[in-house]
């Protein structure tokens, strides 16, 4: 079951630069230089404001942070579910500090559900000439994909392979993720932990 969050956030204390706990951050050995070098030098020439990043996350209900709050000297116990609980899904866009289109799935993605996300919420936020720029997920070639952002007067750009340090909606993601964990012991449900951690996290702009 696929379901559209609000339209558009607008992220009010998250800027360009996130500051949290670093941790290891591993390349690929797959990575090919000279097509990273080339996607730097293109991304250069198209201005922020044209730049609209597309990605999915992914979280279930056995995603755990693993740590929580107790008083000195016990030891923190918490009750967890040993049922896989559902898959959510999270489809969104970024430009300019701006998180777009947020779109939430139950299940795995597939063509037909990011092209209907396109058309339906992405779409219509679309400015004419803005690069959409996408990773080489399967679902994200062929089929209809690039038809419907040309046919809104934009144009698709593909991440170098092996590269998801280009797209600057991951950082995001890891952000709002690592809030959604810490919700997930309050919140009825996964999906509600998603909802809170959007609204506290963001103000509407739609």
């Known amino acids: 079951m696929a379901r559209a969050s609000q339209c558009s956030y607008h992220l009010t204390s998250l800027g360009e630069d996130w500051i949290y706990a670093e941790k290891k951050t591993y390349g690929y050995r797959e990575r090919d230089e000279v097509k990273r070098s080339e996607f730097l030098a293109q991304i250069a020439t198209i201005e922020p404001?044209?730049?609209?990043?597309?990605?999915?996350?992914?979280?279930?209900?056995?995603?755990?942070?693993?740590?929580?709050?107790?008083?000195?000297?016990?030891?923190?116990?918490?009750?967890?579910?040993?049922?896989?609980?559902?898959?959510?899904?999270?489809?969104?866009?970024?430009?300019?500090?701006?998180?777009?289109?947020?779109?939430?799935?139950?299940?795995?993605?597939?063509?037909?559900?990011?092209?209907?996300?396109?058309?339906?919420?992405l779409v219509p936020q679309l400015q004419p000439n803005q690069v959409v720029i996408l990773d080489n997920a399967t679902f994200h070639h062929g089929g209809?994909?690039?038809?419907?952002?040309q046919a809104a007067g934009c144009h698709l750009l593909y991440l170098p392979p092996y590269s998801p340090d280009f797209n600057r909606i991951e950082k995001c993601w890891a952000w709002?993720?690592?809030?959604?964990?810490?919700?997930?012991?309050?919140?009825?449900?996964?999906?509600?932990?998603?909802?809170?951690?959007?609204?506290?996290?963001?103000?509407?702009?739609?």
Not at 72 to 99: D, H
Not at 186 to 201: F, H, N, Q, R, T
Request: charge should be positive; glycine fraction near 8%.
């Open 176 to 206: 709002l993720k690592s809030r959604i964990r810490k919700r997930l012991d309050k919140a009825p449900s996964l999906s509600d932990a998603i909802e809170a951690v959007l609204k506290d996290a963001t103000a509407s702009i739609a």
């Open 49 to 121: 404001s044209r730049r609209v990043y597309v990605d999915e996350a992914g979280m279930d209900q056995r995603d755990d942070y693993g740590y929580g709050w107790c008083e000195a000297g016990t030891r923190f116990e918490a009750l967890k579910s040993g049922r896989r609980g559902g898959r959510i899904n999270m489809i969104a866009a970024y430009c300019e500090r701006q998180l777009q289109a947020p779109f939430t799935v139950e299940g795995s993605c597939n063509r037909t559900i990011f092209e209907t996300w396109l058309e339906t919420c």
């Open 144 to 149: 209809r994909v690039a038809e419907i952002i």
